[in-house]
C-alpha cells in the first residue's frame, strides 16, 4: 500500500507560479509512474501530467504544455509539479497518483491509478 500526500498548493495571482510536492509514505515510489491530475468545480477529473518511473518519460495535457514541468527525486521519494504562467482556469484540486501507466497521448490518464493522494486546492485568482 502506498500513501500519497500533495503539499504546496494555495492561492496564486495570475501569471504566478506554484510548485506541488507529492510524498509517498513508502520508499518504493520511484518503482511507480506517477500522474497529476486535477478537478475544478462542476467538471471532470482531468489528467494534468505523468512521468514515468525508470526513464522519466512525461506527458503534458495541452492546456499546460509549456508552463508546467513534472519531475521527481527518487532518492528523496517524492514528485513534483511546477507550474507556472498560472490561469484562473487553472484553479482546480490536484491530485497525485501512483500505480498507473505513463503512456504516450492522452489515453495515460484514463488509468486505471491505484494509489491516489487526497488532493490539494489550487487557486489562481487577483
Known amino acids: 500500500q502506498v500513501q500519497l500526500v500533495e503539499s504546496g498548493g494555495g492561492l496564486v495571482q495570475p501569471g504566478g507560479s506554484l510548485r506541488l510536492s507529492c510524498a509517498a509514505s513508502?520508499?518504493?515510489?520511484?518503482?511507480?509512474?506517477v500522474g497529476w491530475f486535477r478537478q475544478a468545480p462542476g467538471k471532470e477529473r482531468e489528467g494534468v501530467s505523468c512521468?514515468?518511473?525508470?526513464?522519466?518519460?512525461?506527458n503534458y495535457a495541452d492546456s499546460v504544455k509549456g508552463r508546467f514541468t513534472v519531475s521527481r527525486d527518487n532518492a528523496k521519494n517524492m514528485v513534483y509539479l511546477q507550474m507556472s504562467s498560472l490561469k484562473p482556469e487553472d484553479t482546480a484540486i490536484y491530485y497525485c497518483?501512483?500505480?498507473?501507466?505513463?503512456?504516450?497521448?492522452?489515453?495515460?490518464?484514463?488509468?486505471?491509478?491505484?494509489?491516489w493522494g487526497q488532493g490539494i486546492q489550487v487557486t489562481v485568482s487577483s
Open positions: 512521468i514515468s518511473s525508470s526513464l522519466g518519460s512525461t
Open positions: 497518483a501512483a500505480g498507473g501507466a505513463c503512456r504516450s497521448g492522452p489515453e495515460w490518464s484514463l488509468g486505471p491509478w491505484r494509489y
Open positions: 513508502a520508499s518504493t515510489l520511484g518503482y511507480y509512474p
